[in-house]
């Protein structure tokens, strides 16, 4: 898949479609509604027949109580046979206690489907977003990410919770409910299905009019979501820049947009609502006029009109339920339409269909013709062959933009090369076995993240399998067990508990640590001193040298201290590689990385 199709779904939040690709997304989420539904197909199918027999129940009163009055009232006045009254009530209280108790299942086995499907979706979306390429998450924002995960989520849960429910339910209720009317009196039938015109136009002007306004719903949800994230994730510039004013002033703005678009969808419903309420009190009176009319003249009885006038009271009745089906309904869709967008994300650095296995890897790394482009189209590797012999260490040096992390990110496989090929002992890296390549090649950036968990835990993460002794050992190594051991628990301490937190310079060094004790034949170190200061820095320098021996390392870094002790330094500008050798020959010479060390050399000074 190309880099287009992931900027193609971040524009996908947006409110303007054209009808093809309406119908394109609408045809997308149905798919994902489908595979959602295909594995509880027979619990759908126990809850349709659990409703159908409880709505016919519940369908059955009016007639019962027609033919009470018309059959058997008259018969307890006038012969005192009070038999048929006592029947039709006994099956009245049965058909409504039926009902009832069905209804009930009915709720407990579709609330059981709801949290199947929804643990299926939920799970689905992690699993999926997890696995996605780099470029995914570096275009698609983790407010965005956090939008489909709660929101979105929360949206259709109560769409399937209590607004399917109740379209299921009142469809069923009004069709059985005309069908009854029309065997009581096909006249009385005839009158809602002419008054069905007026209710057809005003659900569908509400439908068309709602669908574009849920939509720019979820999109602005989404965004006041990603505001929020953004400002509470960068809060320490927030603050140093007194960003605060115009924080909130934007996200005023967002919150007022989607104060707006939420009074929109309310007054469309204010609408629906009355007009409903209208169409049902024009039908109800049309039927007792007529039919009243009918009784004068003697064609018609009592109890017949009664029921009548009740089934078409309770024809309109659902409708409300319908409409709140409705409303929910558009705001579901707009948030299945983003969901179904995530979950359809190809991986732009897909794995092997034959994955090739490399047990053990000497860490001999090949470029070879690579050029690659990120989605901007702009190339940052023109051309670009390289041989990076097993055991070297090697330092990249560059101005910012050079193409430095870019070639790591390469080696990492965290990105495909547009064309060429890097290789790995020989193997191309795109069809080497991703435990392997992940077992292979270790990247250590400036972001040290910890996870929840224990100091041990997060410099276990990659050999989860590490033994006490194996884990202060490597941080021994980084010069990281003084201060681990100087927190409240030690390696057992908390990293997100009050009393264990950990310095940046600290942070750096776990991360060390975990790769260190990972053991690859490919360490990269992208900025990965920058966060520490100059006696961490020298504290680690010979454990550096230690335990890159022996191992392909590429360090790079700003401070020149960091790539003394590099085997080979390689100065980059514009993609290219503009100087080769070892360090102390650069640095002998007039070229651009001499010049960078005298400029360094000043600047401690």
């Given at each position: ?562 790539v003394a002790i590099a085997d080979r330094v390689l100065v980059m500008e514009y993609g290219r590689i503009i100087e080769d050798d070892t360090p102390e020959a650069l640095i002998a010479g007039t070229g651009k990385f001499a010049q960078l060390h005298a400029s360094w050399r000043e600047s401690l000074v």
């Amino acid at each position: 898949m190309s880099a287009t199709t992931v900027s193609g779904t971040a524009g996908e939040d947006r409110s303007d479609y054209t009808k093809a690709e309406s119908r394109s997304i609408r045809r997308r989420s149905l798919r994902l509604l489908g595979s959602l539904v295909r594995p509880v197909r027979w619990q759908v199918l126990l809850a349709a027949v659990v409703l159908v027999i409880s709505t016919a129940l519940r369908v059955a009163g009016p007639a019962l109580i027609a033919w009470g009055i018309d059959n058997a009232l008259p018969a307890a006045l006038e012969q005192a046979d009070w038999m048929p009254t006592i029947g039709v009530v006994s099956v009245y209280l049965v058909a409504g206690f039926g009902g009832a108790a069905l209804i009930g299942w009915y709720s407990i086995v579709a609330a059981r489907l709801t949290q199947a499907v929804m643990l299926d979706l939920r799970k689905r979306i992690f699993l999926h977003t997890q696995r996605l390429s780099l470029e995914f998450h570096e275009s698609y924002t983790s407010g965005r990410i956090i939008s489909r995960q709660t929101s979105d989520l929360d949206t259709i849960r109560e769409l399937l919770d209590g607004g399917l429910n109740e379209l299921v339910s009142g469809v069923l209720y009004g069709g059985f409910t005309l069908i009854a009317l029309l065997l009581l009196d096909w006249q009385s039938g005839i009158v809602v299905v002419v008054m069905g015109m007026p209710l057809y136009f005003l659900m569908r002007w509400f439908y068309l009019r709602s669908q574009g306004v849920y939509r720019e719903s979820r999109v602005i949800s989404a965004q006041v979501i990603v505001k929020f994230v953004e400002t509470m994730t960068g809060i320490r510039a927030v603050k140093a820049f007194r960003k605060e004013p115009r924080n909130d002033e934007g996200f005023g703005d967002l919150s007022d947009q989607y104060r707006d678009v939420n009074m929109r969808s309310i007054r469309l419903f204010g609408i629906l609502e009355p007009g409903l309420m209208a169409v049902a009190a024009v039908s109800v009176a049309l039927v007792l006029l007529w039919g009243g009319l009918r009784v004068v003249d003697g064609t018609f009885a009592v109890g017949t009109l009664l029921g009548a006038v009740l089934y078409v009271r309770n024809f309109f009745s659902p409708l409300s339920e319908v409409a709140f089906f409705v409303n929910s309904y558009q705001s579901a869709t707009a948030a299945l339409e983003k969901v179904s967008g995530v979950l359809e994300e190809e991986l732009t650095v897909p794995d092997p269909t034959d994955p090739v296995d490399l047990r053990k890897a000497r860490g001999h790394i090949r470029f070879d013709g690579v050029e690659f482009g990120y989605s901007d189209d702009r190339v940052i590797l023109p051309d670009f062959t390289l041989d990076l012999p097993a055991g070297q260490t090697i330092a990249l040096v560059g101005t910012t933009g050079a193409g430095k992390s870019t070639l790591a990110k390469l080696v990492s496989r965290f990105y495909d090369p547009t064309s060429g090929a890097i290789t790995l002992d020989g193997v191309d890296l795109r069809q080497l076995h991703p435990k392997d390549l992940r077992r292979a090649i270790v990247m250590v950036t400036q972001e040290a993240y910890l996870f929840s968990g224990t100091v041990a835990d997060n410099i276990a993460l990659g050999k989860p399998d590490a033994t006490l002794d194996e884990i202060r050992s490597a941080a021994r190594a980084v010069g990281a067990d003084e201060f681990i051991r100087a927190l409240p628990d030690g390696y057992d301490t908390d990293v997100n508990k009050r009393g264990g937190r950990v310095s940046a310079g600290q942070r750096q060094l776990i991360s060390f640590a975990r790769a260190f004790l990972a053991d690859p034949a490919v360490l990269i170190l992208d900025e990965a001193t920058a966060s520490l200061d100059m006696p961490s820095e020298r504290l680690i320098q010979d454990a550096l040298q230690t335990l890159l021996a022996d191992r392909t390392a590429i360090i790079i870094a700003h401070r020149l201290s960091t790539v003394a002790i590099a085997d080979r330094v390689l100065v980059m500008e514009y993609g290219r590689i503009i100087e080769d050798d070892t360090p102390e020959a650069l640095i002998a010479g007039t070229g651009k990385f001499a010049q960078l060390h005298a400029s360094w050399r000043e600047s401690l000074v």
